[in-house]
């Protein structure tokens, strides 16, 4: 199972462009409503989840979790128990983490991050602590995703999608949406 986080102002793309590429893999895809089920983004775009966090007890069957970023979206998330859990239970058990645009500085804050590469929304390199910052608009180190911005919502989609399935599958999803 995926589960994609949404706190209160959340980042649109970044949360339903990778969303839509996991299911379109046809990927187990949780979408857990921080605080209830219904969550506005950052401009009032309200999104039903699938589960609000009460409702989820356990992330034992997680494979991966997916933060996506936007203000206060990222503080929210990063003020979330469920989450501060998910993000432990990953790291202990060695699964994938992806964090997009602000997010990757919920984990950098955490000290997670320390000793990889890692990519995030230019002004919040300083909140990655001990990582490697690059360039790149999507950055794969160990078991951690993360990517630039919203700009790169789609590619960052394609690449948990090249992680959990395969990288024809990837090509594949991309080429039947016309993605160069």
């Given at each position: 199972m995926i589960y994609?986080?949404?706190a209160e102002g959340f980042e649109e793309l970044e949360a339903i462009a990778p969303a839509d590429c996991l299911r379109r893999a046809g990927l187990d895809l949780c979408l857990v409503g921080i605080g209830g089920r219904n969550v506005k983004s950052c401009r009032g775009i309200e999104i039903v989840c699938d589960y609000a966090d009460s409702e989820v007890f356990s992330y034992q069957d997680a494979e991966m979790i997916v933060l996506p970023g936007g203000m206060p979206g990222t503080l929210n998330?990063?003020?979330?128990?469920t989450v501060q859990s998910?993000?432990?239970?990953?790291?202990q058990s060695g699964k994938y983490i992806?964090?997009?645009?602000?997010?990757?500085?919920?984990?950098?804050?955490?000290?997670?991050?320390?000793?990889?590469?890692?990519?995030c929304y230019p002004?919040?390199?300083d909140q990655l602590q001990g990582a490697e910052i690059t360039g790149e608009s999507v950055c794969v180190s160990g078991?951690?995703?993360?990517?630039?911005?919203?700009?790169?919502?789609?590619?960052f989609g394609l690449e948990l999608v090249r992680i959990m399935c395969s990288k024809t599958k990837s090509e594949n999803i991309?080429?039947?949406?016309y993605v160069k």
């Open positions: 994609l986080f949404l998330l990063e003020k979330s128990e998910a993000v432990d239970f990953c790291v992806a964090a997009i645009c602000a997010a990757p500085s919920v984990l950098g804050r955490k000290g997670v991050l320390k000793g990889h590469k890692a990519v002004g919040f390199e078991k951690f995703i993360t990517a630039k911005s919203a700009g790169a919502a789609l590619e991309a080429g039947a949406m």
